[in-house]
């Protein structure tokens, strides 16, 4: 069935550091790709999506593009803040159904 | 500004009890779902529901009941809650499309003693 596997967390950087969150999944088809961030106390805000393969999804300087040869579609950035600390959530919509799977979550600290 | 909300922020329930968890979305969205979020497991679908009336099982459905009576609200019923219960609960919405986002709303964290 479909999967969405994300690297685990949690991940501690510096402030103006690299980031980079891997997803890779698995599924039916070339679905859309997403990733949420959850701020603390909050429910989930779509970051950017996808749609079609080599698609670049970006939004607040982060970026994704989804990659069909190697099932990916990992999330950079070149220089975070500590106002990205925040939980990262991967998703795809599941083929035939209106069911999303998430993957597990990464969290991310930066420190001043 | 389109919305998700959910009926609380915060709930301490005791077991046995029967507990509702309402949410309300205002973008007219036919889709909806509630899933729990408990650390290292990610989100995990409870049920969702494609119109009024209708609903589907999700992943975890055991334990739990929904309610869709109409098209903006999506109701989620533990009949017995359990400490086991205990957890995050996140409602959403989304247009029927695998293009579209979900909507969040900020989530309920419930407490069972």
């Known amino acids: 069935g479909d999967s969405v596997t994300q690297m685990e967390g949690p991940v501690t950087l510096s402030e103006e550091a690299f980031l980079t969150i891997n997803c890779t999944y698995t599924a039916t088809g070339y679905p859309s790709l997403f990733w949420y961030v959850q701020y603390p106390g909050e429910g989930l805000q779509l970051l950017l999506k996808?749609?079609?393969?080599?698609d670049k999804g970006s939004n607040k300087g982060f970026e994704a593009t989804y990659r069909k040869e190697t099932t990916s579609f990992h999330l950079e950035k070149g220089s975070v803040q500590v106002s990205d600390s925040a939980v990262y959530f991967c998703a795809l919509p599941t083929s035939g159904t209106y069911k999303y799977i998430f993957g597990t979550g990464t969290r991310l600290k930066v420190l001043a | 500004d389109v919305k998700v909300t959910q009926s609380s922020r915060y709930l301490v329930k005791r077991t046995g009890e029967k507990v509702f968890l309402e949410c309300v979305q205002d973008?007219?969205?036919?889709?909806m779902f509630w899933y729990r979020q408990d650390p290292g497991l990610g989100l995990r679908l409870i049920y969702f529901?494609?119109?009024?009336?209708?609903?589907e099982k999700g992943d975890i459905p055991e334990g739990y009941s929904v309610s869709r009576e109409k098209k903006e609200r999506f109701s989620l019923i533990l009949e017995s809650a359990s400490t086991n219960q205990t957890s995050m609960y996140l409602c959403?919405?989304?247009?029927?499309?695998?293009?579209?986002?979900?909507?969040f709303g900020p989530g309920t964290r419930l407490t069972v003693l």
């Open positions: 529901s494609y119109d009024v009336k209708m609903k």
């Open positions: 996808a749609t079609k393969a080599d």
């Open positions: 959403a919405s989304a247009a029927p499309s695998s293009y579209n986002e979900q909507f």
């Open positions: 973008m007219d969205h036919e889709n």
